[in-house]
């Protein structure tokens, strides 16, 4: 049996773990939150760093320092996990649906201008399987309407982007703030997990703040105040240093993941590549301006009974692949909100893309067994 | 030196955190979840139990699932963590501070009625070091007036309380909606971490989705319907298996360590005795009503100038007690919102309280020391 996903374990997670326990210092912002976060900020060039219970929480930390408020409109891809939208309804945002690029299951940054109006607030960009936005093209928008942009990197970690200067950049180093998940599924893990990056230093002092729930506490800390108190609103957004030492182990093992990873990737990627061309399957395209973490393997079918097929052959062979997002637009939960526009690149991936199992542990062996799978006719 | 709290191993906290990393199922709602859900459940007569990444976290899910929307009233103690009111604020709500009991910090509730009118939807009992207010007189009152009961009993674990009609119930068993604390200061902990129990079957099936990021995953896992989406809003509020696995160890030895911490906190009361009655201190009262988990042990000094000197006393003597809540009324995040009551128990509450040091490890010599120095003149 071949699963999706396994969690990997590099072997110094219980060391780290027995660390923070019999250290006796469990709650949060300890020891090893601070390890990760000054590691995670130099490492990519992220403003200030904060971990979170999740990148669902990660995000309403960013819905909240950009102040949303009942009516504001945030702009951001259908094709999406629920907590990018969740986390600005929660505000009482409306929730602006775009489309997906026809190359890329990414938001089309050219449809973005013609849906801001005066109540936008922000555009939420999600780099899908790590790839990329074009981030010049969202940032110049962003910048010539005065709008916030948060970047939903959950699956984003050790990917980069290259603007027309040349730079090359970290993604979640780009946008106002970013979000990022360590849930089992990502690249690097601590079950659940997430962590912003605060890039617009306007929002370092209050993120510290509402992290803290509402309160000063940090400040009194570092003893910039003599009592702390209720300054703003707030929540337990922190995690407990279990979360944050386990995740230490994983992040001081960043690279080999990587490395191993994208051989995952390549071998998929030049495996395929014939009977994909031949069977009109659609495979991951990474821009010039792009870098691969090789997050995730997908493929694209033409439709929806060709991935019924290509699922049941798989699993029939005891391969776990799976599908992805269903489309929020049409959601129980939002299509009477969404306002009638149809998207049907977005509802394209919903009906078409499998994930490929996709996890350090996987085999060369495994690997092209599932590629004589899907090939053979 | 002896510190204020010090959160207490039972020594298998390591061994289930090592089972659960080598299942290598890690994000939420796994095998350790499912254990700690249902023995609380049983062992105190919850409702639902669904575990949370903190007890702040737990009052959200209860803010939301009472539907709570801007303008809604919302009444509580001001001696109180931010969190009681930080989940209501996040929801719109404006909150209404009642003051403080003058025998305990409780919630004074003969003050509730007066405090109620149109637009009020909850009162949120806060069950101070985790002796029960009077949950009679409080659900009555939220009866009559058609009014949700959310009882904050993030220290009251294991504690009880017997109506008038001779049933002895747990605290948090008794409001709609109940929140507990795992937080390292807790009597049993998991770093951060907390609870939120369903005691009213018309949330539960909504509780589960709202702790589901707003999905409906944990029905479709079930089996009961075929794909799972977006339905309702909703979070990531459900904890890793890294917390809930610890978390089983400690909920294994919950009679040993109330056993230990009631004996400390006993002999508190009687080594002080005489000495708080010469001084004119209070010290905690137990009503018949309520059961004692020995949560915390605090004093009430009769003035600031007596505190401070009592507080300068045990540090000189390397002994960690501290003060408690500041008045959230007078906070300055919301002294412009309040409505202007003067609230002088709670104010009293807030000049005056101490706790003492309190954890399992504690000796009896240490304590014997802390009382000596205590009534020594």
Known sequence: MIPFNKPYLTGKEAHYLYDAVYTGKLSGNGKYTQKCQNFLKEQYGFGKCLLTTSCTDALEMAAILIDIQPGDEVIMPSYTFVSTANAFVLRGAKVVFADSRKDHPGIDEDLLEALINSKTKAIVPVHYAGVACDMDKIMDIANKHNLFVIEDAAQ??????????????????????????????????????????????????????????????????????????????????LPSELISSFLWAQIENIQDIQKVRVEHWNQYYDGLNEWVTKQEIQVPKIPDSATNNAHM????????????????????????????YLSLHTSPFYAEKHDGRHLPVTDHYSECLIRLPMYYELEDTQIEKIIQILTSS
Not at 306 to 317: D, H, P, T, V
Request: aromatic fraction near 14%.
């Open 156 to 237: 984003a970690i050790d990917s980069f982007y290259t603007g027309k200067d040349g730079i090359k950049r970290a993604l979640g180093s780009i946008g106002h703030l970013a979000a990022f998940s360590f849930h089992e599924t990502k690249n690097i893990i601590a079950g659940e997990g997430g962590m912003l990056a605060i890039n617009d230093p306007q929002f370092e002092k209050r993120a510290e703040i509402i992290w803290e729930k509402g309160t000063n506490r940090s400040a009194f800390f570092r003893g910039e105040v003599d009592k702390y108190g209720w300054v703003d609103m707030g929540s337990s957004f």
């Open 297 to 324: 393997f997908y493929i694209v079918c033409k439709d929806g009974e060709q991935r019924a097929e290509i699922l049941n052959k798989l699993k029939s062979n005891d391969i776990y692949a799976v599908f992805h």
